[in-house]
């Protein structure tokens, strides 16, 4: 694989970029704040924005050192406004790369997530030559189920994920190849 990182990509209507400092109280205000958006999420809701800013120096640090980081801000090109964002990592315990995903509840049930995750697929067939895609999500969540089966992502099995202060949850588990992937 070619490692590229966190390069801008775009579409339609939609930037995807690295996050900034600037960006803390809209992520903060938009979904990092909001339990609604956050309970689906692997990390608990912020308690105020000084939290968010930590988090994103932390990524902007590495979308400007490491290669191998892939966490994007979801800008509209329309208007500027932050939705949300979108990232690649190694899965929790196997040898795979897995997106994940929020946006703002403001900004849900209008296509942006699909959009801004078959960018992001594209990417890494086409760019970083990737082969494969895990993915998952909580079980109930069904508009993030919308999401990766719009993408191109077929559900394979249902299992356990971990929050990350290792409360397990119930998901279920998904795999896109890149022959199966429609440029």
């Not at 775009?10 to 803390?24: A, H």
């Not at 998901?171 to 890149?178: A, E, G, P, Q, S």
Request: glycine share 8%; proline share 4%.
């Amino acid at each position: 694989m070619r490692h590229t990182g966190t390069v801008p990509l775009q579409t339609d209507r939609l930037l995807l970029r690295p996050f900034t400092l600037d960006d803390c109280q809209a992520a903060f205000d938009c979904w990092f704040g909001d339990e609604r958006v956050m309970d689906w999420m692997r990390e608990k809701p912020h308690r105020d924005w000084t939290v968010t800013a930590e988090l994103l120096a932390l990524w902007q640090q590495q979308s400007e050192s490491n290669p191998r980081f892939y966490c994007w801000a979801i800008q509209r090109r329309g208007d500027g406004a932050l939705l949300g964002c979108i990232s690649l990592a190694p899965a929790e315990d196997r040898d795979l790369w897995e997106p994940g995903f929020c946006l703002g509840v403001e900004y849900q049930n209008r296509g942006y997530a699909a959009e801004a995750l078959r960018a992001v697929c594209r990417h890494w067939f086409c760019q970083v030559e990737g082969q494969l895609l895990s993915a998952c999500h909580m079980e109930g969540n069904a508009p993030s189920a919308r999401v990766l089966e719009k993408a191109g992502f077929r559900h394979t099995h249902n299992g356990i994920q971990h929050r990350f202060d290792g409360t397990p949850v119930n998901c279920r588990f998904y795999l896109l190849k890149k022959e199966n992937f429609v440029l």
